[in-house]
């Protein structure tokens, strides 16, 4: 069963960045598409940042010019840099990898908090 290892969660001031990074536990398995997904107290998850092998990206709109996810093929990892992050960002961000970015793929990381103070 492979795993999504996820690091760089924490808390930060409103305006601050953070790095999340994301890797399978087995180098083997490169999925087509990795990306976010976000999950605030009392609400759905929600998709905020998917990227393709290809290179193609999507973004939720809320995120658009603040956060930038990218993928180390060499390391077989993806990241989300996020910045001029706010309050209403704050969230427990997860790690997903499958087929296609505009489809929720079957494989998840455990969850790294994320919490900007205002």
């Known amino acids: 069963q492979v795993q999504l290892v996820e690091s760089g969660g924490g808390l930060v001031q409103a305006g601050g960045s953070l790095r999340l990074s994301c890797t399978p536990s087995r180098s ?3 999925p087509n ?4 997904y ?18 193609s990206t ?15 093929n060499a ?4 990241y989300l840099q996020m910045n001029s992050l706010k ?3 704050t969230a427990v961000y997860y790690c ?7 489809i929720i793929g079957p494989y998840w990381g455990q969850g790294t908090q994320v919490t900007v103070s205002s």
């Open 33 to 36: 598409a990795m990306g976010w």
């Open 87 to 89: 309050p209403e960002d």
């Open 96 to 102: 997903n990898a499958g087929r296609s970015i505009t």
């Open 28 to 30: 083997t398995f490169r």
């Open 58 to 72: 999507i973004y939720r709109d809320s995120v658009k010019g603040r956060f930038t996810i990218s993928r180390d």
């Open 38 to 55: 976000r999950q605030a107290p009392g609400k759905q998850r929600e998709l905020v940042a998917g990227m393709d092998s290809g290179g």
């Open 75 to 78: 390391k077989n990892t993806v």
